[in-house]
Each structure stands twice: as structure tokens, then as C-alpha cells.
């Protein structure tokens, strides 16, 4: 903010700098408090800023009513940047500061938009950028960042449900019709992720005994409680044959065979019915895993 304020006072003095740094401060919540948010990327800064200048030195020089004219520049800013993919808020305070600046900033014209927000708002990036990057899980832009996240192997145990791709995603996202600050790339992420832990929680083969129930942790249509019905006991391999009945969920009532081994990373918690819900069996605590049953088991 130093820089962006030594800047600002050169080009347009002490008092006109006071609004220009205005919006720039808000950049720098974004770019120093949620770097990796889209919102805070070096083109929707940059980008941001400037297309907003733009269009608020345009609509000066075009629109005599300064009250018209500044509604007029942060409503055709905030459209600019959403078709330009550079959408970042303070842009629009930017707009507004060509229109409600006073003569200082008037008589700029278009240097408006090179000196001094152009200026300031590559100087902001560049601080921002140094800034993050001794930090790997924090530095700026997001593609030079290293999360550990990135180096989350493709899960290699298929399940029914695992269809989702990134276009997917961004589909979902896309549909919800309204904007959220995440990105498909980054909800990807976050998916195999949740994939990853999933897959790393198994139960112990040799552990499973006739009788026991277990749910594959699901939601919706692909959840299902299985109960064992008939095993070696004790087990001699984990290839050993087991069969099972399916007491909630998807398929209900009917049996099937598999190895331990399979079943083992198939479920996902042991389970329990107590008054027509189905409990989950930890160290002890129970936790509810699924809603109640619309039939008895």
C-alpha cells in the first residue's frame, strides 16, 4: 500500500490519491487474505482495474450528468468484466473514482487508466506475488501455487458412483445460477481429495465376522448396508469367498458373494440398526450415517 500510495500521490496528489487507494486497498484484502481465490488472480486484478478506468474516463467524457454518468461507468464496468472474465470488485469503485474524482482526475483523460491505476495495480500484483512465494502452500497466482492436493494419485478402486468429471463440475456450478468463488479446477481438487480419503479408510478383512453390518458411506441412491450372513471363519486369506445380504439401500433384500478383500474396501463403516436408523459403530460412539428405514430389517 506504501508503493500504491507513493504512486497515486505523484500522479494525481495527495487528495485525489485518497480515493484511487481506496479501491486498490480492497485489491489488497483479496491478493494477501484468499490469494488463490479466482476473484484475486493477476488478470481480474489487472484486468479489472483497467477495463473499469476505461470505461469511467468514457463515460466522463460522454455523460455531463456526473450522477448519471457514475451509475452509467460502474454498471458497464461490472458488465465489462463479467464477459472479459476478469470480474474483481474494487473494479467498480475504479469506474467511479474517473467519474467522482474532481478535475484532478478529469483533466488525466485516458493517462487515467496507465498512471496511475494501471501503475498501481501491476505494482500491487508484483508485491503480492514476492510476497507468497516463500510460502508453497500460499503462492501467488494460483498456478505457481504447490498444494499438497496436487500430487493426489487418480483413485484406483472403482465405484459405482464415480462418474464426476471436471466438466461436470463446472456444469453443476454453472447451474446453480449464482456466482460462487471457487473454480471447477479447484473443486476437482477438492473431490478426489474426499476420493482419496475415502479409498484410505478401509476395514480390516481378517476383523469381519457373520452378522456384522456395514455401509458403504454413501449418499442417496448408491448408499447400501450390507450384512454378513456366511464366511470361513476364521479367514485364511483375504481372497477367501464371503456372502452377503443387502438390509438397506440400493438392491434391498438381495445376496451376493465376493472376496473379503473386496468387500473390505467396499465398506466403509460398521452399522447398527437402533429403532429403524441405521448408527454408525466407532471406538464405542455411534454417529448417525443415514436416515431412518422406511422398512424394518
Given at each position: 500500500?506504501?508503493?500504491?500510495?507513493?504512486?497515486?500521490?505523484h500522479f494525481v496528489g495527495s487528495n485525489g490519491a485518497a480515493l484511487v487507494v481506496a479501491s486498490l486497498g480492497?485489491?489488497?484484502?483479496?491478493?494477501?487474505?484468499?490469494?488463490?481465490?479466482?476473484?484475486s488472480q493477476p488478470w481480474p486484478v489487472i484486468g479489472g482495474h483497467t477495463v473499469s478506468a476505461i470505461i469511467g474516463?468514457?463515460?466522463?467524457?460522454?455523460?455531463?450528468?456526473?450522477?448519471?454518468?457514475?451509475?452509467?461507468?460502474?454498471?458497464?464496468?461490472?458488465?465489462?468484466?463479467h464477459y472479459l472474465l476478469c470480474i474483481h470488485p474494487p473494479g467498480g469503485a475504479t469506474a467511479l473514482t474517473a467519474v467522482v474524482g474532481g478535475e484532478s482526475f478529469h483533466s488525466l483523460g485516458y493517462e487515467y487508466v496507465f498512471t496511475p491505476v494501471l501503475a498501481s495495480a501491476v505494482t500491487i500484483v508484483v508485491i503480492a506475488i514476492i510476497f507468497n512465494y516463500p510460502f508453497a502452500q500460499r503462492r501467488y497466482p494460483t498456478s505457481w501455487a504447490n498444494p499438497r492436493s496436487n500430487n493426489i494419485p487418480t483413485p484406483t478402486i472403482p465405484l459405482e458412483d464415480d462418474?464426476?468429471?471436471?466438466?461436470?463440475?463446472?456444469?453443476?456450478?454453472?447451474?446453480?445460477?449464482r456466482v460462487i468463488d471457487i473454480s471447477g479446477h479447484d473443486l476437482e481438487q477438492i473431490?478426489?481429495?474426499?476420493?482419496?480419503?475415502?479409498?484410505?479408510?478401509?476395514?480390516?478383512?481378517?476383523?469381519?465376522?457373520v452378522g456384522q453390518c456395514f455401509s458403504n458411506g454413501h449418499y442417496?441412491?448408491?448408499?447400501?448396508?450390507?450384512?454378513?450372513?456366511?464366511?470361513?471363519?476364521?479367514?485364511?486369506?483375504?481372497?477367501?469367498?464371503?456372502i452377503y445380504r443387502i438390509v438397506a439401500g440400493k438392491n434391498l433384500y438381495s445376496t451376493d458373494s465376493t472376496s473379503a478383500d473386496d468387500f473390505?474396501?467396499?465398506a466403509r463403516y460398521e452399522v447398527f440398526l437402533n429403532e429403524g436408523t441405521w448408527l454408525r459403530?466407532?471406538?464405542?460412539?455411534y454417529t448417525l450415517v443415514e436416515g431412518k428405514m422406511q422398512e424394518s430389517v
Open positions: 500500500m506504501l508503493a500504491v500510495i507513493m504512486i497515486n500521490n480492497a485489491s489488497a484484502v483479496l491478493l494477501f487474505a484468499v490469494p488463490h481465490g479466482p476473484l474516463v468514457a463515460c466522463v467524457q460522454s455523460i455531463s450528468n456526473p450522477i448519471i454518468a457514475g451509475a452509467v461507468a460502474v454498471a458497464l464496468a461490472i458488465t465489462a468484466m462418474r464426476i468429471t471436471r466438466d461436470d463440475l463446472e456444469t453443476a456450478l454453472k447451474s446453480m445460477n473431490y478426489r481429495s474426499a476420493r482419496q480419503q475415502t479409498q484410505s479408510v478401509t476395514i480390516d478383512p481378517f476383523k469381519i465376522k442417496g441412491p448408491f448408499w447400501q448396508v450390507r450384512e454378513i450372513i456366511d464366511m470361513a471363519q476364521p479367514l485364511k486369506s483375504s481372497s477367501d469367498k464371503l473390505s474396501h467396499w459403530t466407532e471406538n464405542s460412539d
